[in-house]
């Protein structure tokens, strides 16, 4: 579509438009991507005053580690080429090997595969191939970036991060799958009906959307703590203690996050026509046959929208799981603010920028995949709700 | 649908938002009139050091917590009214500092503190927010088709990052001599610690914020505005609208109600600011309504939790989001009203 000339925008504010929007992606993006430097450089280059020094890591390269020629190239080579699998090479993968009517499925396994891939990819194939190269290339194989792993492995091996992650597995993972059961029926049950029970739950369910989380907790501490003496004349001396255990905080999470689960899960639920399960109806299915049999074909797309949004919940909280787990089992995000909290050297600093990294790896990847559904979700909670 | 098919479907979810919003909200508002604390017991204690001939005793009186037959210290749960209140808010304080006029005194308070910064914290974050969203939309709906993508990826970055490590990142590069200080102390020529003082930090939190939610907001009008009717726009420039006016009195109108969605989200989000202050370590300077509630929930030194004051001042953070919120539910609802029948 070609505007007429007198309406075409003038230079200047074609070019201040496209300033900004360039300007907008290098302020979005630098302290990301900065924090990633910095991860893989000694603490001397990392907090150094000039950028070039971060970025080239004079005294990282002196320590004996870092990167060639050769090295950066493959790895900007496997990087675009991980990128482009995201995004073309997944979503038909997941189309493909999903069993008909199980799209999530195919969605889970698409994305365990490309993660796989992807470790493969950048953690065993890319430093052998890069290794055997610098080798045999003479001058190009000499480093000219400094760059060390040793932070990731203290973090993740020393330090045992690994366990902190394999609890935020398992809150993120119990927390999308209950909240998602729990929200999908009664999404629907609110789309369908009409009645004033079915108004008054939303707006109250809004209200409640509105909480402060550390209200809430304010509220559960003391039950938690003492959880065992108050359950003991119910459950006897099964009675747990719920302080410390992950699934009272899957729960938590999941009850915290449930008015904005059915006010998403509802606007989806509405844009299915109702003809569809009046249809079922018609034929004499019993309305939960109807949302077996009709509906859940149908759903896939709205929930896991729904579910990246409850994964983004349960992951990214500090303040229930920073109160609610003790230290033993501790998720990632609160665990990092032990290490800020010790900035004691600033190889303490480092660790803590590549635990950092660490954790936000996962989401990067998960905007790369789940880009469409991510601005979808956001949109259809805005444009209907 | 009948009320107990309704009630099948809703069932799960109501009643977990019953058990773990609904029953806690309960609890918290009866804890903030209690207080549950060791029982103590005054004994007196006669101790003895041996001496020349006779034993040197002294009888003291001790005050030590009572231990239940189990060996464990025995709590006891009084009710104390609104002590807890007068304790968070300190109104002696309060009216010593307004006596004296001096607003620095009462900012010494904690609580005036943190509601002073949360207010303004929501306050101004909202119109930047709202703001660089809608230059954000408007920007990228001219830009080349094939650009659109990459930058949608790009801005959904500081959405979805961990808060606490979206401020972390921005703190690392400011903290010390970080590049951005160093490149700040070059231009102004003059030393600059980003950490010392307090409304730097406010001005790094608020960049966090509005580079956080930002995106958010931009995502949402853009969505919108590709839903806008061209036809009004094409009526507008036949009758010689300039562009500002077809923003002002096309666009901004068909956007207005996902601004005012927008803005409620905002609020609530806002208010609960609390990553901040962890992800800055601003606790010696700036500090945050619900930070002074998690603050109190922490054990303390002794390994005590505040459970009282922590209540007290949870009911009051709930009582100003409600004050905030009561213009934007009643407009939701008004619309919800028509819009169901």
Known sequence: MSAPAALRPSFGLRALTAGGVALWCLLAAFPIFWIGIMSFKSPVDAFAADPLDVVLGPETRAG??????????????????????????????????????????????????????????????????????????????????????????????????????????????GVVTVSLTVGTLAGYGLARSGSALAFWILIIALIFRALPHSVLVAGY???????????????????????????????V?????????????????????????????????????????????????????????????????FLVTSLLLDAQN???????????????????????????????????????????????????????? | MKFRTLAIFVGPSVFLMLLFIAAPLVGVLVQSFQLTQPRFETVEVETCTPGFLTQ??????????????????????????????????????????????????????????????????????????????????????????????????ISLLPFIITPVIGALSIRWLFIGDGILTAALEGWLDRDIAMFAQGWTIELLMLFYRVWHVAPFAFVILYAGLQTANSDTLESAIVDGASRWQRLRYVTIPHLAPLLVFISLIHLMDCYRAFEEIIGFSSQAHVISLQWLTYDFLTPDDSGNRSISRASASAMLTMVGIVILLIPLLRRTWRDHRGTRG
């Open chain 1, 64 to 173: 004996g580690a870092g990167l060639s020629a050769i090295d950066l190239l493959l790895g900007a080579a496997t990087l675009y080429g991980l990128y482009r699998l995201a995004a073309r090479g997944v979503p038909a993968a997941a189309a493909r090997w999903s069993p008909p009517g199980r799209l999530w499925l195919g969605w889970i396994l698409a994305g365990l595969g490309f993660a796989l891939a992807a470790l493969i990819a950048l953690v065993a194939l890319l430093p052998l191939a890069a290794g055997a190269l610098n080798a045999v290339a003479g001058p190009l194989g000499a480093p000219i970036l400094g760059a060390t792993a040793e932070h990731y492995v203290s973090v993740w091996v020393d330090n045992q991060f690994w366990r902190n992650f394999a609890n935020s597995l398992l809150v993120t993972a």
């Open chain 1, 221 to 251: 501490l003391p039950v938690f703590i003492n959880s065992a003496e108050l359950l003991s004349p119910i459950l006897g001396d099964a009675a747990p203690t719920l302080y410390g255990q992950p699934w009272a905080v899957i729960a």
């Open chain 1, 253 to 317: 999470l999941v009850s915290i996050n449930q008015p904005f689960t059915i006010w998403m899960l509802r606007s989806f639920f509405q844009s299915i026509p109702a003809e569809l399960d009046e249809a079922a109806r018609v034929d004499g299915c019993t309305h939960l046959q109807a949302f077996r049999w009709v509906i859940m074909p149908v759903m896939w797309p709205g929930v896991i929208t729904t579910g990246l949004f409850s994964f983004l919940l349960a992951y990214n909280d």
């Open chain 1, 330 to 385: 501790q998720t990632m995000v609160p665990a990092i603010a032990g290490y800020f909290n010790r900035e004691t050297t600033t190889t303490d600093q480092v660790e803590a920028v590549a635990a950092a990294v660490s954790i936000t790896a996962p989401l990067f990847l998960l905007v790369m995949i789940f880009q469409r559904q991510i601005v979808s979700g956001l949109t259809a909670g805005a444009v209907k709700g």
């Open chain 2, 56 to 153: 040197t005793c002294v009888t003291e009186e001790e005050t030590r917590p009572v231990l239940g037959p189990d060996g464990r210290i025995v709590t006891e749960t009084v009710w104390v009214g609104w002590q807890s209140y007068r304790n968070v808010l300190e109104p002696e304080r309060v009216q010593a500092a307004l006596a004296a006029g001096s607003w620095s005194q009462l900012m010494t308070i904690d609580f005036w503190k943190a509601l002073r910064f949360t207010l303004t914290f929501t306050f101004l974050t909202l119109p930047l927010v709202l703001g660089v969203g809608l230059a954000l939309a408007l920007a990228v709906d001219r830009t080349v088709k094939s650009l659109r993508g990459p930058v949608i990826f």
